[in-house]
Nanobody, 124 residues
């Protein structure tokens, strides 16, 4: 089974860019659908983006569409989230998640494997 580990979070000003990485150890990475979720203080965990096993399909939350890009490199067992035009409302802990199924889901309950999260803070 895959174990995701996120990195790349930090403090950024409004309008800036940041790239998150999620390295997955164990399992056969290329058989997993990968996704990013985020959780702001006092709020529920929300879907950000997902990518299919071969990167042929991607799906984004409306709030990040056009600003964020999810990608993966199966040779490196890594999934990325490129975040551009950051806004203060993007401030959250970002989590990488995996599911061993070819269907892209937006519900956190659909993902069995989770990383510990990385903090992203966008100042105004």
């Amino acid at each position: 089974q895959v174990q995701p580990v996120e990195s790349g979070g930090g403090l950024m000003q409004t309008g800036g860019s940041l790239r998150l990485s999620c390295a997955a150890s164990g399992g056969t990475f290329s058989t997993y659908t990968m996704a990013w979720f985020r959780q702001a203080p006092g709020k529920e965990r929300e879907f950000v983006a997902a990518i299919s096993w071969n990167a042929g399909n991607t799906f984004y939350a409306d709030s990040v569409k056009g600003r964020f890009t999810i990608s993966r490199d199966n040779a490196k067992n890594t999934v990325y989230l490129q975040m551009n035009s950051l806004k203060p409302e993007d401030t959250a802990v970002y989590y990488c998640a995996a599911r061993r199924n070819y269907v892209l889901l937006t519900m956190p309950g659909g993902y069995l494997y989770w990383g510990q999260g990385t903090q992203v803070t966008v100042s105004s």
